[in-house]
């Protein structure tokens, strides 16, 4: 009788898929950053991106998972750790 195949899923911390997407955008002068006071996350959400070189917010309210699929930073096995 054949063996299942376990569909085990590896758990990233949020931490080092920051991490990872920042390395990658880093290329580009981009930074995820994460919001530290409540009023900045109701703002601009728990994550946003901010181009470096202008100093200015690219993008606001950021799915820190969804970003990292796009981006190509986490395998289709990975999953992150809530």
């Known amino acids: ?28 002068g981009e930074q995820l950053r ?3 006071s409540d009023q900045a996350e109701r703002d601009a959400g728990r994550y946003y991106l901010v181009n470096v070189k202008r100093n200015s917010i690219q993008s606001m309210h950021v799915q820190l998972e969804k970003l990292g699929r796009e981006l190509g ?7 992150l750790a809530h």
């Open 73 to 79: 930073v986490m395998q289709p096995w990975e999953e």
């Open 1 to 28: 009788m054949p063996k299942k195949q376990a569909s085990a899923r590896i758990r990233v911390s949020e931490r080092a898929l920051l991490q990872r997407i920042n390395r990658k955008l880093k290329q580009d």
């Open 34 to 36: 994460t919001a530290r």
